[in-house]
């Protein structure tokens, strides 16, 4: 039963990523934590390099590595200045040439982020407007109701009217309930 709720739970689709990076039903967990794995490393990558840490610390490193080719004695020199510090060349350039498809990366599964959360906005959107139609057409009701309903004014008026009624219905029994004075079959004396 166990396994059946958790194939079932696999093969409904996520929320949470872009349609194109779904994973299927076939790839494994492991596949898909190992990729966000490395999502996640690139993006740390691109938020180091862009830090002023990182620009002050490659700056160190190459004054370092200037210094030390330029100074230190003939023997102990690996990259030597009178050929244009190649070596460092070559180590920036393949620093750069790694960077920037790293950067990349991290700026698609941003933009892909983006995407889902402009998806979720736009959803919530829609329900907020339903939702604010929806209780304007019940305030309208609700309006049209109210207007229907009897005022407080209006009840007054009726009872005080009805109260009169009642009065005036008390003295005609009182005067019916009283014994006639000169009519047929009494005695006066």
Same mark, same amino acid.
């Not at 349609?19 to 898909?32: D, E």
């Not at 050929?83 to 750069?96: D, E, H, N, V």
């Given at each position: 039963m166990a396994?059946?709720?958790?194939?079932?739970?696999?093969?409904?689709p996520r929320l949470d990523a872009p349609? /194109?990076?779904? $994973?299927?039903? %076939?790839?494994?967990?492991? @596949?898909?934590t190992s990729r966000d794995r490395f999502g996640r490393f690139t993006e740390w990558i691109a938020r180091a390099m862009g830090t002023p840490w990182f620009l002050f610390g490659l700056t160190l490193f190459v004054i370092a590595w200037m210094l030390y080719n330029?100074?230190?004695?003939?023997?102990?020199?690996?990259?030597?200045?009178?050929? /244009?510090?190649? $070596?460092?060349? %070559?180590?920036?350039?393949? @620093?750069?040439s790694y960077a920037a498809p790293l950067i990349l990366l991290a700026q698609n599964r941003q933009?892909?982020?983006d995407r889902v959360q402009i998806e979720q906005d736009?959803?919530?959107?829609?329900?907020?407007?339903?939702?604010?139609?929806?209780?304007?057409?019940?305030?309208?009701?609700?309006?049209l109701l109210v207007r229907d309903m009897a005022s407080k004014d209006?009840?007054?008026?009726?009872?005080?009217?009805l109260l009169e009624d009642l009065e005036k219905r008390d003295v005609e029994n009182a005067a019916d309930s009283e014994p006639r004075r000169g009519a047929p079959g009494t005695r006066s004396a």
């Open positions: 396994r059946i709720d958790e194939d079932q739970r696999d093969r409904q349609k /194109g990076l779904r $994973a299927s039903v %076939l790839r494994g967990r492991r @596949q898909r330029t100074l230190a004695p003939q023997g102990w020199r690996f990259d030597d200045a009178a050929i /244009g510090f190649t $070596a460092l060349t %070559l180590i920036l350039s393949l @620093q750069a933009d892909d982020r736009r959803q919530r959107a829609e329900r907020n407007l339903a939702d604010t139609e929806y209780l304007a057409r019940e305030v309208v009701a609700l309006r209006f009840i007054r008026a009726e009872l005080r009217s």
